[in-house]
């Protein structure tokens, strides 16, 4: 792979939010003549900013799970390293980190078959992203979306969020794919500054009942799915379906009698009860502070291991070192 290769390599990369390192390794490794095979990996990350929603879940956890329990070479960090690209009060920080660990635990990630960890203790993140940033540019970095919205509402730009994208290029990242409860025209975020745009999975009946009544629909009476024409009522279906299994279609017939006013009531129970178990988890493993920070070492160690293989290559690459 040339210099011209490697620097396209990237840029696709960060334009398509996720970059799997096996590839890449394989690229670096064909380069000095490597003839082993690489597994392919299934690698993800997700902040300690707040507490994970239901995006977050249906639009990523679930499916590390799904890939776990089937047997996929799965990893999946705590991007730290991400979420200082804002200010960040240090103890909030490490109280976030200990309940996003018990949050994904209580979700079902198994740390006997996905290595989970802390991606600022693996110091090859922060190496591999200094190697990344050197092959980038600023013309194409500021036309970047992830730049373009995190810095929109910043009067000061930190060099953090400029060269955000590039970290990512160093990580996968999931993305929801429901939509705010406030504007159904955005996704829902973590990083929303309104609290009622998502439902948490921390969230009390009494906060999901009060958010799903609050839900932006329309003013359309009945209770029918069409994403484009009502995006706001659609959503509501949607997590009603994740939840429950049941299709669109099945939804709409069930609730033919309601007008949406009470159907959102009908969804906050839907949610409120599916979600209850996962919360009663979350609680009890937050008690386990040297669990948490066992499993978290643990995680660094194997994901360290790992992560050493491709930074040796990419030394390799670059010419800090030379393999023969």
Not at 166 to 194: C, E, F, N
Request: aromatic share 8%.
């Amino acid at each position: 792979m040339n210099s011209s290769n490697f620097t396209k390599t990237i840029f696709e990369c960060m334009r398509l939010k996720s970059l799997c390192f096996w590839p890449l390794r394989k690229s670096f490794c064909s380069e000095v003549h490597r003839t082993d095979s690489w597994p392919q990996r299934v690698f993800s990350g997700i902040q300690p900013t707040g507490a994970i929603h239901l995006g977050n879940y249906f639009g990523a956890v679930a499916r590390w799970r799904e890939l776990q329990d089937g047997g996929a070479n799965t990893m999946c960090c705590i991007a730290d390293l991400h979420s200082i690209t804002l200010p960040q009060e240090p103890l909030q920080l490490k109280k976030n980190i200990y309940q996003m660990t018990a949050t994904l635990l209580a979700c079902g990630i198994d740390p006997e078959k996905t290595i989970l960890f802390q991606q600022s203790q693996v110091p090859q993140h922060a190496e591999l992203c200094w190697v990344l940033a050197c092959h980038s540019t600023m013309a194409r970095l500021a036309h970047l979306p992830q730049f373009r919205e995190k810095s929109a509402s910043l009067k000061e730009v930190p060099v953090g969020i400029y060269v955000y994208p590039v970290l990512q290029a160093a990580d996968i990242l999931l993305y929801s794919r429901l939509r705010s409860l406030r504007d159904p025209q955005k996704k829902m975020s973590k990083s929303d500054a309104d609290p009622r745009s998502r439902i948490e999975l921390m969230d009390s009946p009494a906060d999901i009942r009060e958010k799903c009544k609050k839900a932006v629909t329309d003013f359309t009476s009945a209770v029918t799915f069409n994403p484009v024409s009502r995006p706001g009522v659609s959503n509501l279906i949607t997590i009603h379906s994740l939840l429950s299994g049941l299709s669109p279609e099945d939804i709409c017939r069930d609730s033919s009698g309601l007008d949406t006013g009470r159907y959102k009531l009908v969804v906050a129970e839907v949610i409120a009860k599916n979600i209850a178990p996962i919360r009663e988890k979350v609680i009890h493993i937050m008690s386990k502070h040297q669990y948490l920070d066992d499993v978290l070492e643990s995680g660094a160690e194997k994901a360290v291991r790992i992560a050493r293989e491709t930074w040796n290559d990419v030394k390799n690459k670059v010419g800090f070192t030379y393999l023969l």
